[in-house]
């Protein structure tokens, strides 16, 4: 049986709703829906580039607690609250991944868990052996 390693970032959503931050199991990890919020405080109220690079740094982090890169992610997806701000999601998305180009979606949603925030990422790699 391949083992499962999940990480948390301690969210106080995460024992509430029953998830984890990521999950690897073999070579394959996932990310959960990640917005900018650090220490239950949004970053980059009002700032959508501001907020997609935080949810990726988070992203990342969770990645490398599994062992895994930001190189070995093949999909993200991003949901935004306002589609006219896609330049500047997609600017912080490609300042993480203009050489790694995975698959990507980004698709506009009525709104997240808080009004305040603007971008929710998800996130699958998988890990080179």
Not at 45 to 63: F, M, N, P
Not at 77 to 83: C, E, L, Q
Not at 100 to 119: C, G, N
């Amino acid at each position: 049986m391949t083992e499962r390693i999940r990480i948390s970032t301690g969210s106080s959503w995460e024992p509430v709703v029953g998830y984890s931050r990521a999950i690897r199991v073999g070579n394959r990890v996932e990310v959960a829906g990640t917005t900018a919020v650090r220490d239950g405080k949004t970053v980059g109220i009002g700032d959508a580039h501001a907020q997609t690079v935080c949810a990726l740094e988070i992203i990342k982090e969770s990645l490398e607690k599994v062992g895994a890169k930001l190189s070995d992610v093949v999909r993200t997806r991003m949901f935004v609250t306002d589609i006219s701000k896609w330049e500047a999601i997609g600017k912080a998305h490609g300042e993480f991944f203009r050489d790694i180009r995975p698959v990507a979606t980004m698709v506009e949603v009525k709104s997240l868990i808080e009004p305040e925030l603007l971008v929710e990422i998800e996130a699958v790699a998988i890990v080179s052996e």
